[in-house]
Each structure stands twice: as C-alpha cells, then as structure tokens.
C-alpha cells in the first residue's frame, strides 16, 4: 500500500503564493507518473500539472506560467509551488500516484488540501 501526505493549503490573497507538498511512502517500488489535480465545489476533478519519471511536466492552460511541478525522487515527494494566484483557483487539491507495489501499478490519492483564494 501507499499513503499519501499532502500539505501546505491555506488562504492566500489574490496574487500571493502557496506550496503544495505531497509525501508518498509505503510499500513502494516506483513511482512512475506524479500529478496534482483540483476540484472546485460543483465541479469535475480536473488535472492541473504531471511529471513523469523522466522530469516532462505537463500542465493545465490555466495554470500555465504559473504554478510549477517539481519531484524528489530520493524523498518520494511532489511540489506544486503556485504564484499569482486568483480567486478561479479556489478548490480541493489532490495529489495523485502512479506506482508500482509488488508487481502491481496501481493509482494512489491524496486526501486533498483546501486552497482558498478570496475574490
């Protein structure tokens, strides 16, 4: 099993900064694809950045130049570090996993951290 720990949600005024930390451990073998997705209230789980095991990010538009996805892999940790932040990013953020476990890759998720930007 893996267990996923995510912190540094909060409120933050419109164009301040926030870092996302997500710590997985367990009975892990690798980890493959690393992810952060949000959910607003009222809406779908959307995607919001990747990273692969090689370091290719992917991200949102809407959060594209501004938020950066990063890893460690020697600490089984992904960064979501967010700048200008505005009210339209207010939601849930999850961090997900795609990791191998005795033979099997299987998706893992956080269990959210709340991310308030005030309009």
């Known amino acids: 099993q893996v267990q996923l720990v995510e912190s540094g949600g909060g409120l933050v005024q419109a164009g301040g900064s926030l870092r996302l930390s997500c710590a997985a451990s367990?009975?892990?073998?690798?980890?493959?694809?690393m992810a952060w997705y949000r959910q607003a209230p009222g809406n779908q789980r959307d995607v919001v950045a990747r990273i692969d095991s090689s370091g290719t990010t992917n991200y949102a538009d809407s959060v594209k130049g501004r938020f950066t996805i990063a890893r460690d892999n020697a600490k089984n940790t992904v960064y979501l570090q967010m700048n200008s932040l505005k009210s339209d990013d207010t939601a849930v953020y999850y961090c997900?996993?795609?990791?191998?476990?005795?033979?099997?890759?299987?998706?893992?998720w956080g269990q959210g951290t709340q991310v308030t930007v005030p309009s």
């Open positions: 997900n996993v795609l990791a191998t476990v005795f033979g099997a890759t299987l998706r893992y």
């Open positions: 367990g009975s892990i073998f690798s980890i493959n694809a």
